[in-house]
C-alpha cells in the first residue's frame, strides 16, 4: 500500500511484559515520528528520526521506552516491563524531503492495552 | 513554549449547517507552520492543510475554509454545508522551523447529526 502501515493493530499486554510495536513508512521517506495518543487527547511526540538517526528523542517518557530505525526504513518501537499508564495508541508518521518536509503521514496507529 | 488551545471539546450540528472549529497557538518564533488534521473513527490522522507564518491569505477548499489571524494567533477551520462523513475529530497542530515534531492541540470531536 502507498501509506503508513503499522501493526499489530491492537495489543494486549499483561503489566510486566515486553511489546514491540512496528511501523512501515511511506516508500523514499526518510522522516519517522512517533507519538503516542491518549484517550480523548491530542497525539504527543516521543521520537524522531532522518534516516536511520535518532535526532529527537525528548518525548519518550521513560527508559523502558527504546525505539530503532536500523536500516533507515522500517522502525521498532519497543516498549519494556509494561505499566497501566502506557495504555494508549501509538501513531508512527513519516514525512518526505522539502519543500514539504514536515507534512507528516500517520498511519492508523496501534491500541496498546496494558491490563 | 509552543501550545496549541482547541477549547471546543465537542460540537453537534445539523446536516447542512456550516460549522466553525477555533483554535488559538501560542510561539515565540516568527517562522513556523500550521496544521488541521482529520481523525475518524478509524484512527488514522489525515492531513487537511499546512499554512506558513508568513502567509496570512486565507484558504478555501471546496466545503472547507480556513482562516489564519496572527494579530490573534487563531487558525479557524469552517466546514460548509456539513456532511455526515464530516464526523470526526479535528486537531489543530503546529511546529516551529528547525524543530520537526507537531504539537497539537486536544482535539475537537465533530458530530454532524443527519
Known amino acids: 500500500g502507498a501509506g503508513v502501515s503499522q501493526s499489530p493493530r491492537y495489543k494486549v499486554a499483561k503489566r510486566g511484559q515486553d511489546v514491540a510495536l512496528r511501523c512501515d513508512p511511506i516508500?523514499?521517506?526518510?522522516?519517522l515520528f512517533w507519538y503516542q495518543q491518549a484517550l480523548g487527547q491530542g497525539p504527543e511526540f516521543l521520537t524522531y528520526?532522518?534516516?536511520?538517526?535518532?535526532?529527537?528523542k525528548s518525548g519518550l517518557p521513560s527508559d523502558r521506552f527504546f525505539a530503532e530505525r536500523p536500516e533507515g526504513s522500517v522502525s521498532t518501537l519497543k516498549i519494556q516491563r509494561t505499566q497501566q499508564e502506557d495504555s494508549a495508541v501509538y501513531l508512527c508518521?513519516?514525512?518526505?524531503?522539502?519543500?514539504?518536509?514536515?507534512?507528516?503521514?500517520f498511519g492508523a496507529g496501534t491500541r496498546l492495552s496494558v491490563l | 513554549a509552543q501550545k496549541v488551545t482547541q477549547a471546543q471539546t465537542e460540537i453537534s450540528v445539523v446536516e447542512k449547517e456550516d460549522v466553525t472549529l477555533d483554535c488559538v497557538y501560542e510561539?515565540?518564533?516568527?517562522?513556523?507552520?500550521l496544521f488541521w488534521y482529520k481523525q475518524p473513527p478509524s484512527g488514522e490522522l489525515v492531513f487537511l492543510i499546512r499554512r506558513n507564518s508568513f502567509d496570512e491569505q486565507n484558504e478555501i477548499s471546496g466545503r472547507y475554509s480556513w482562516n489564519f489571524q496572527k494579530s490573534t494567533s487563531s487558525f479557524n477551520f469552517t466546514i460548509t454545508a456539513s456532511q455526515v462523513v464530516d464526523s470526526a475529530v479535528y486537531f489543530c497542530a503546529l511546529s516551529e522551523v528547525g524543530d520537526d515534531k507537531i504539537i497539537f492541540g486536544k482535539g475537537t470531536r465533530l458530530h454532524i447529526l443527519p
Open positions: 508518521a513519516s514525512s518526505p524531503e522539502p519543500p514539504a518536509k514536515n507534512i507528516q503521514y
Open positions: 516508500s523514499g521517506h526518510v522522516s
Open positions: 528520526f532522518q534516516n536511520e538517526a535518532q535526532l529527537d
Open positions: 510561539t515565540r518564533d516568527t517562522t513556523y507552520y
